[in-house]
């Protein structure tokens, strides 16, 4: 298997304030606390990046041979494997040549896994879905494909242990519609090993919440399937708390028993039960401050952010929770979440602009810049950045030139096309392939599109067919327009920007970009899709 390919910066080596900080922070009342877990991980990640790989496999003893059949232990170990990994270059570099030095290890094909699950995670933030890009979307796509071969392989080489299944059953959960089966797939095979895993019942009820178009019969028949197979009450327990929890989030949510009703107060108090009953109070601790938050009561909320730290101070989503929270007045407190969130993870380019804007919002303008300036590192096609770099300079009483020239937006094309109409022509042609291959081949064949059909080669061959394309001035101020009011790159794309860029180019809503245009994306694809059908013949042939 290949090495993982991380969007890496040397450039980006941002280390303000170092995790012990946080750490610290986290430490300050460790009443009741597993600290030890924190310990794990803390010695884990120091041993890889110190390539003491014999005391790292030392540390994960309890997760291998030594692991012990029960609930608990199953899921310290699956926070050990999702929670050590961060996107540092140091620890990359580490994982990946412990990886090639031991390629047929249980433990380095799931912390490879986890790797770049997590890196996909990073691409595509934790916005809902409505604030994610296509190009997010892909890249996310893709980097939960890649990682359930490792969970695969972790499968082969250790078919009695959980994790390789259970990793692999939550990386497919979050794909779209058309890899339902893929998971059904996984998830059964992962049954008739583990009849009674109380991990994967949790998971299933996770994935059937209302607001992912599940229901709460579904969650309750889950539960109720779990009970009649294994009899077991403390199963069943976790279960009906997870169910709670699900409810409590629902109660203030936009979907299920509290859509256009919130009942904040009720949700608190589950959730408060829930603390007292010693239910992932990570997870609780975290939802509490969202209810919290979303009351404008920012003080609670920052306390069970806290809170939810001290439990675990290396989880990803925690610690993106507490950078990104937009309802914090306390400007210290997130400033430090985020720079402890950038120096785990260097290359997201969605905190850095985050970063950018609470420094601008305080006024702290050459902050800002610089912040921006890191994101636009990672993704120079993206308006937003150059937007409030040039905002901020103004403030600084600096002239500034417009970013928006003819010649930045051909260089954005790419990320912005295929239009619909091209996608829809891409899909048509994928069809008439899939249905010539054999039933028993299409999985294996949805994979390879994943790994032909990527945005690098589109990108790549478009902008090469684009230089030579010939258009007239007033076709590349359509297309410019179209760009202005299609595109959704990312939640920071604003409607001011895309209204201003109408004005300055003076264009209408075209239905189509240009004929021309959408005539070249579509004979890139047909491009990409030739070379597929000759890579994948023997895959192809009947």
Same mark, same amino acid.
């Given at each position: 298997?290949?090495? %993982?390919?991380?969007?890496?910066?040397?450039?980006?080596?941002?280390?303000?304030?170092?995790?012990?900080?946080?750490?610290?922070?986290?430490?300050?009342?460790?009443?009741?606390?597993?600290?030890?877990?924190?310990?794990?991980?803390?010695?884990?990640?120091?041993?890889?990046?110190?390539? +003491?790989?014999?005391?790292?496999?030392?540390?994960?003893?309890?997760?291998? @041979?030594?692991?012990?059949?029960?609930?608990?232990?199953?899921?310290?170990?699956?926070?050990?494997?999702? +929670?050590?990994?961060?996107?540092?270059?140091?620890?990359?570099?580490?994982?990946?040549?412990?990886?090639?030095?031991?390629?047929?290890?249980?433990?380095?094909?799931?912390?490879?896994?986890?790797?770049?699950?997590?890196?996909?995670?990073?691409?595509?933030?934790?916005?809902? #879905? !409505?604030?994610?890009?296509?190009?997010?979307?892909?890249?996310?796509?893709?980097?939960?494909?890649?990682?359930? $071969?490792?969970?695969?392989?972790?499968?082969?080489?250790?078919?009695?242990?959980?994790?390789?299944?259970?990793?692999?059953?939550?990386?497919? =959960? !979050?794909?779209?519609?058309?890899?339902?089966?893929?998971?059904?797939?996984?998830?059964?095979?992962?049954?008739?090993?583990?009849?009674?895993?109380?991990?994967?019942?949790?998971?299933?009820?996770?994935?059937?919440?209302?607001?992912? =178009?599940?229901?709460?019969?579904?969650?309750?028949?889950?539960?109720?399937?779990?009970?009649?197979?294994?009899?077991?009450?403390?199963?069943?327990?976790?279960?009906? @708390?997870?169910? $709670?929890?699900?409810?409590?989030?629902?109660?203030?949510?936009?979907? =299920?028993?509290?859509?256009? @009703?919130?009942?904040?107060?009720?949700?608190?108090?589950?959730?408060?039960?829930?603390?007292? !009953?010693?239910?992932?109070?990570?997870?609780?601790?975290?939802?509490?401050?969202?209810?919290?938050?979303?009351?404008?009561?920012? %003080?609670?909320? &920052?306390?069970?952010?806290?809170? #939810?730290?001290?439990?675990?101070?290396?989880?990803?989503?925690?610690?993106?929770?507490?950078?990104?929270?937009?309802?914090?007045?306390?400007?210290?407190?997130?400033?430090?979440?985020?720079?402890?969130?950038?120096?785990?993870?260097?290359?997201?380019?969605?905190?850095?602009?985050?970063?950018?804007?609470?420094?601008?919002?305080?006024?702290?303008?050459?902050?800002?810049?610089?912040?921006?300036?890191?994101?636009?590192?990672? *993704?120079?096609?993206?308006?937003?950045?150059?937007?409030? %770099?040039?905002?901020?300079?103004?403030?600084?009483?600096?002239?500034?030139?417009?970013?928006?020239?003819?010649?930045?937006?051909?260089?954005?094309?790419?990320?912005?096309?295929? #239009?619909?109409?091209?996608?829809?022509?891409?899909?048509?042609?994928?069809?008439?392939?899939?249905?010539?291959?054999?039933?028993? *081949?299409?999985?294996?064949?949805?994979?390879?599109?994943?790994?032909?059909?990527?945005?690098?080669?589109?990108?790549?061959?478009?902008?090469?067919?684009? $230089?030579?394309? &010939?258009?007239?001035?007033?076709?590349?101020?359509?297309?410019?327009?179209?760009?202005?009011?299609?595109?959704?790159?990312?939640?920071?794309?604003?409607?001011?920007?895309?209204? *201003?860029?109408?004005?300055?180019?003076?264009? *209408?809503?075209?239905?189509?970009?240009?004929?021309?245009?959408?005539?070249?994306?579509?004979?890139?694809?047909?491009?990409?899709?030739? $070379?597929?059908?000759?890579?994948?013949?023997?895959?192809?042939?009947?």
């Amino acid at each position: 298997m290949p090495n %993982i390919y991380l969007k890496m910066n040397t450039c980006i080596a941002f280390s303000l304030i170092a995790l012990s900080v946080g750490i610290a922070r986290a430490g300050k009342d460790t009443a009741g606390i597993d600290s030890s877990l924190s310990s794990q991980i803390s010695q884990l990640r120091k041993s890889i990046i110190a390539k +003491d790989y014999l005391a790292a496999h030392r540390i994960l003893l309890p997760c291998g @041979n030594g692991f012990s059949d029960n609930y608990e232990q199953e899921q310290r170990c699956l926070s050990i494997y999702k +929670d050590t990994p961060n996107l540092r270059e140091d620890l990359v570099e580490a994982l990946n040549h412990w990886f090639t030095l031991e390629p047929d290890s249980v433990h380095t094909n799931i912390l490879m896994g986890s790797l770049i699950s997590l890196d996909g995670w990073v691409e595509r933030t934790h916005f809902s #879905s !409505k604030g994610v890009s296509l190009n997010q979307m892909t890249y996310f796509r893709k980097a939960q494909l890649n990682a359930v $071969e490792y969970f695969h392989q972790a499968t082969i080489l250790e078919p009695n242990l959980p994790f390789g299944y259970l990793m692999g059953a939550e990386a497919l =959960g !979050k794909l779209p519609e058309e890899y339902d089966q893929y998971r059904l797939n996984w998830v059964n095979a992962t049954k008739e090993v583990f009849p009674n895993s109380i991990s994967l019942a949790k998971m299933e009820i996770y994935d059937n919440q209302v607001r992912w =178009g599940g229901s709460y019969e579904e969650m309750e028949a889950v539960k109720d399937r779990y009970w009649k197979s294994s009899n077991s009450q403390d199963g069943r327990s976790v279960l009906e @708390n997870q169910i $709670e929890l699900i409810k409590s989030r629902d109660l203030y949510g936009d979907h =299920g028993i509290g859509e256009g @009703n919130p009942d904040y107060n009720l949700a608190q108090s589950i959730l408060y039960m829930l603390l007292e !009953k010693g239910f992932s109070p990570a997870e609780v601790h975290m939802q509490l401050a969202e209810a919290h938050s979303m009351k404008k009561e920012h %003080i609670e909320a &920052e306390m069970h952010i806290g809170e #939810s730290l001290k439990q675990n101070p290396f989880n990803e989503f925690g610690l993106w929770v507490a950078g990104a929270s937009l309802n914090s007045d306390d400007f210290e407190n997130r400033r430090e979440y985020l720079n402890i969130y950038l120096n785990n993870y260097p290359s997201s380019y969605a905190a850095w602009v985050q970063l950018g804007r609470l420094h601008f919002d305080k006024g702290h303008y050459l902050e800002a810049i610089e912040s921006y300036s890191k994101s636009i590192e990672i *993704k120079p096609f993206e308006p937003a950045p150059w937007q409030m %770099i040039s905002f901020s300079n103004r403030k600084l009483g600096r002239e500034t030139p417009h970013f928006e020239s003819e010649e930045w937006f051909k260089d954005t094309l790419a990320y912005v096309f295929p #239009s619909q109409s091209v996608l829809t022509f891409l899909i048509t042609k994928l069809n008439e392939v899939f249905e010539k291959v054999e039933q028993n *081949k299409r999985q294996e064949l949805v994979l390879a599109m994943e790994s032909h059909f990527t945005l690098e080669r589109y990108t790549q061959k478009l902008r090469h067919n684009l $230089e030579v394309l &010939e258009l007239t001035h007033q076709e590349w101020k359509d297309v410019i327009t179209y760009y202005a009011h299609t595109s959704r790159i990312t939640t920071q794309t604003t409607k001011s920007h895309k209204d *201003k860029v109408v004005e300055r180019f003076e264009g *209408k809503q075209p239905d189509l970009p240009s004929s021309k245009v959408n005539l070249i994306a579509q004979q890139t694809l047909s491009e990409l899709k030739n $070379e597929f059908i000759v890579t994948y013949e023997d895959l192809l042939r009947n």
